[in-house]
C-alpha cells in the first residue's frame, strides 16, 4: 500500500475528514476539518468523495514524502510550497513522484491549509472517521515526523482544467452571518446592540475548539446560572467575561453559558481561517425558536 511520510510539522497538522456528526448524544464531538469546503474543494479536484481525509496543516512549515507517485492538492489558506526545491502550484492537482519532498511554506493569510491526496488517507478509525479530535481523543494523533500515512484506492477522475482559490480572510471586517440565539434575551438591550453592531477583533484565545472575541464586553440580565445544554457548531456563548466565543469544529456536546446566536453553519468554514487580530462583524437575524 501507497504511504506518505511526514518529515517536518509545524505547529499542528491533523488527518481529518468530515468527523463523526450525528453522535452528540452520546457524547461523542463531531469534530473533522476546521474548513470543511476547503477539503472538500481539494478532494474533487482529485475525483475523491468530499469527505475523503486529507492533511490539515495549521500555519504552514510542514513537509512529507512519497513512497510511489501521488496526485495532490493544496486548498484553503494561500500558501506557497515546493517539490524538492521546485514551486508546486495552489489549488490545481500536481504529481510528486517517487522519493520527492513536498514542503508548504506559512501561508500568507488564512489559518488552515489542507493537503489532500488521490485515494485519500487513512488513519485511526473511532465512530467511522479518522478525524483527529485532539481534545477528546479520539481519532488519528496528531502528526509528527516519522509518521506514515496509508493512502487508499483511487475511485473517481481527477477534475482537469480547473482551479480554486484561496480562501480569502484578508477583508476587513469579514461579515459572519447568524442568527439570534435562544438565549437572547438573557442579553440586556443594550447588549443586544453590541453584539450586531459592533466590530471584534479574533483574540489570540483561538483553537479548534473556538474563538474567543475581544471588544466590548456584553452584560447579561441577570446570574442566574442555566442548567448544561446541548450547542452546535457555530453557537456564540457568553462566557461571565461578557467576551463572546464562537463553538467551531472540536466544541464540546453540552455548554452552561448562554448561547445568545448561531452563526451560519458555512461561515464556521470562514472563522477557522480567522487569526488572531483579524476583525469581523456578526450579522444575526430573528428565527422563531421553540419553547423551553
Do not use: K
Not at 480547473?162 to 469579514?174: E, I, L, N, Q, S
Not at 452563526?263 to 456578526?282: C, N
Amino acid at each position: 500500500m501507497a504511504e506518505l511520510e511526514v518529515l517536518a510539522v509545524g505547529s499542528q497538522a491533523l488527518v481529518e475528514d468530515l468527523g463523526r456528526p450525528g453522535l452528540a448524544h452520546l457524547g461523542v464531538p463531531a469534530s473533522g476539518a476546521a474548513d470543511r469546503a476547503s477539503l472538500a474543494q481539494g478532494n474533487r479536484l482529485l475525483g475523491n468523495p468530499a469527505g475523503a481525509a486529507g492533511v490539515e496543516v495549521l500555519l504552514g512549515r510542514f513537509a512529507c514524502r512519497a513512497d510511489s507517485p501521488l496526485l495532490v492538492t493544496l486548498t484553503g489558506a494561500p500558501v506557497s510550497a515546493t517539490v524538492d526545491g521546485e514551486p508546486a502550484p495552489f489549488g490545481i492537482p500536481f504529481v510528486v513522484r517517487r522519493g520527492q519532498r513536498l514542503a508548504l511554506a506559512t501561508p500568507r493569510h488564512g489559518m488552515r491549509t489542507y493537503l489532500c491526496v488521490r485515494g485519500g488517507l487513512g488513519g485511526t478509525r473511532h465512530f467511522g472517521s479518522v478525524a483527529a479530535d485532539p481534545t477528546s481523543g479520539l481519532g488519528t494523533p496528531p502528526l509528527a515526523p516519522g509518521d506514515r500515512l496509508p493512502i487508499g484506492a483511487a475511485s473517481g477522475e481527477p477534475t482537469a482544467g480547473v482551479a480554486v482559490a484561496g480562501v480569502d480572510t484578508a477583508r476587513d471586517p469579514v461579515e459572519v452571518r447568524a442568527t439570534w440565539g435562544p438565549r437572547e434575551d438573557r442579553l440586556t438591550d443594550r447588549s443586544v446592540g453590541q453584539l450586531a453592531e459592533a466590530f471584534w477583533t479574533v483574540s489570540p484565545q483561538v483553537d479548534r475548539v473556538g474563538i474567543r472575541l475581544d471588544g466590548v464586553a456584553l452584560s447579561l440580565r441577570n446570574d442566574e446560572q442555566l442548567r448544561s445544554e446541548g450547542v452546535v457548531r457555530g453557537a456564540v456563548q457568553v462566557p461571565p467575561s461578557g467576551l463572546p466565543v464562537i463553538f467551531l469544529a472540536d466544541h464540546p456536546t453540552t455548554g452552561g453559558y448562554p448561547v445568545v446566536a448561531v452563526v451560519a453553519d458555512r461561515d464556521t468554514d470562514r472563522l477557522a481561517q480567522m487569526r488572531p487580530g483579524d476583525r469581523l462583524r456578526l450579522r444575526p437575524h430573528r428565527v422563531s425558536w421553540a419553547a423551553d
